[in-house]
């Protein structure tokens, strides 16, 4: 059934809304685990995820330097977070994750990466081959990478050697857990061209989620592919920046909330944020944190998104539930 259309002024539009999310790992996993629900009761009408294509280690770092693709992992996790929960959607969801054990080569593959890299293969189109990935695992959604070209992720740190000399890391897995201080990321090629069906989906969309996850590793290269930062910027949706529930050991040790805004800024001038997402128990100052998000032309929304454990202690993860009434709250309050 097609969603109800409301009236504002003279303009008709559905109620229901599409929503991009970027990122990758278990950052994106959470994100879209979350919009996926928003779908499953007609809040959203399309989800579309943009995944970070730059992994270098485990299975992907593999398959990826035997066969020249794209490193399949953050694709994969993607796709399994977009299954429903349905018998059928666990069941491939559980599939598409199963790493095999044992002593052989096949050792620390994971069944989904296999799938996908043979479609890959057979089909010699990255997005269709995901299509045809997320029509088997009936995915609420869609997975398109940021870019079809094989990229790695350069970091410039602080504290590496003597003095304050800066040190080139080079790698998603190097930059993810260097001790040192990063103070600037690149990717290498320079440049690369932006996945044009992933370009149009941020062009069309209503709102655009930007994180949580690694911020430097993950969400900010995002912002070092021109075409999709150009569309990021250009977009007229709005755009929900998800903030991370604690600063991640290697690369933003000592930040707070604000630093994470500085750093999409830095790399992206042109952003207009509409809403900052946060979890309100990490907060120290929230009034200096919300002057700080109104700096950028957003609003703070604070909200319980953190799972608990058994004591009742706060994790570093994101709870599925939490985090989709959060954004249910946002998406039908604009």
């Given at each position: 059934?097609?969603?109800?259309?409301?009236?504002?002024?003279?303009d008709?539009?559905?109620?229901?809304?599409?929503?991009?999310?970027?990122?990758?790992?278990?950052?994106?996993?959470?994100?879209?685990?979350?919009?996926?629900?928003?779908?499953?009761?007609?809040?959203?009408?399309?989800?579309?995820?943009?995944?970070?294509?730059?992994?270098?280690?485990?299975?992907?770092?593999?398959?990826?330097?035997?066969?020249?693709?794209?490193?399949?992992?953050?694709?994969?996790?993607?796709?399994?977070?977009?299954?429903?929960?349905?018998?059928?959607?666990?069941?491939?969801?559980?599939?598409?994750?199963?790493?095999?054990?044992?002593d052989?080569?096949?050792?620390?593959?994971?069944?989904?990466?296999l799938?996908?890299?043979g479609?890959?293969?057979?089909?010699?189109?990255?997005?269709?081959?995901?299509?045809?990935?997320?029509r088997?695992?009936?995915?609420?959604?869609?997975?398109?990478?940021?870019?079809?070209?094989?990229?790695?992720?350069?970091?410039?740190?602080?504290?590496?050697?003597?003095?304050?000399?800066?040190?080139?890391?080079?790698?998603?897995?190097?930059?993810?857990?260097?001790?040192?201080?990063?103070?600037?990321?690149?990717?290498?090629?320079?440049?690369?061209?932006?996945?044009?069906?992933?370009?149009q989906?941020?062009?069309?969309?209503?709102?655009v989620?930007?994180?949580?996850?690694?911020?430097?590793?993950?969400?900010?290269p995002?912002?070092?592919?021109p075409?999709?930062?150009?569309?990021?910027?250009?977009t007229?949706?709005r755009?929900?920046?998800v903030?991370?529930?604690?600063?991640?050991?290697?690369?933003?040790?000592?930040?707070?909330?604000e630093?994470?805004?500085?750093?999409?800024?830095?790399?992206?001038?042109?952003l207009?944020?509409?809403?900052?997402?946060?979890?309100?128990?990490?907060?120290?100052?929230?009034?200096?944190?919300?002057?700080?998000?109104?700096?950028?032309?957003?609003?703070?929304?604070?909200?319980?998104?953190?799972?608990?454990?058994?004591?009742?202690?706060?994790?570093?993860?994101?709870?599925?539930?939490r985090?989709?009434?959060?954004?249910?709250?946002?998406?039908?309050?604009?």
């Open positions: 059934m097609p969603p109800t259309a409301t009236s504002v002024g003279s008709v539009r559905p109620t229901a809304q599409s929503a991009v999310a970027l990122g990758g790992g278990h950052g994106l996993h959470a994100s879209l685990s979350a919009l996926r629900r928003l779908h499953d009761d007609l809040t959203l009408d399309q989800v579309t995820a943009v995944v970070t294509v730059a992994d270098n280690g485990g299975s992907s770092g593999r398959l990826r330097g035997e066969f020249g693709v794209l490193p399949p992992g953050d694709l994969r996790m993607a796709l399994a977070a977009l299954c429903g929960d349905d018998e059928w959607g666990r069941t491939w969801a559980d599939v598409v994750q199963h790493r095999f054990a044992g052989g080569d096949m050792r620390g593959h994971v069944i989904g990466n799938l996908i890299v479609l890959w293969e057979r089909m010699g189109d990255h997005v269709r081959a995901l299509d045809w990935v997320g088997l695992l009936g995915a609420r959604g869609r997975v398109l990478p940021m870019a079809l070209t094989p990229m790695d992720i350069t970091a410039q740190v602080r504290g590496l050697g003597p003095g304050d000399d800066l040190a080139t890391v080079r790698g998603q897995v190097e930059v993810a857990t260097t001790d040192g201080e990063i103070v600037s990321v690149a990717l290498d090629p320079p440049d690369p061209d932006g996945c044009p069906e992933a370009v989906s941020i062009l069309d969309a209503d709102w989620v930007l994180g949580p996850g690694s911020w430097f590793s993950s969400v900010i995002h912002l070092l592919v075409e999709l930062r150009e569309a990021l910027e250009t007229d949706a755009l929900l920046v903030l991370n529930l604690e600063p991640q050991q290697g690369e933003t040790q000592g930040w707070g909330p630093d994470h805004l500085r750093a999409l800024l830095a790399y992206a001038p042109g207009r944020v509409d809403a900052v997402l946060v979890e309100e128990r990490t907060v120290a100052d929230a009034p200096a944190l919300e002057a700080a998000v109104e700096g950028v032309g957003g609003r703070l929304v604070l909200a319980e998104l953190a799972e608990e454990g058994p004591d009742g202690e706060l994790t570093a993860r994101h709870d599925h539930e985090l989709a009434a959060a954004y249910r709250a946002i998406v039908e309050a604009d």
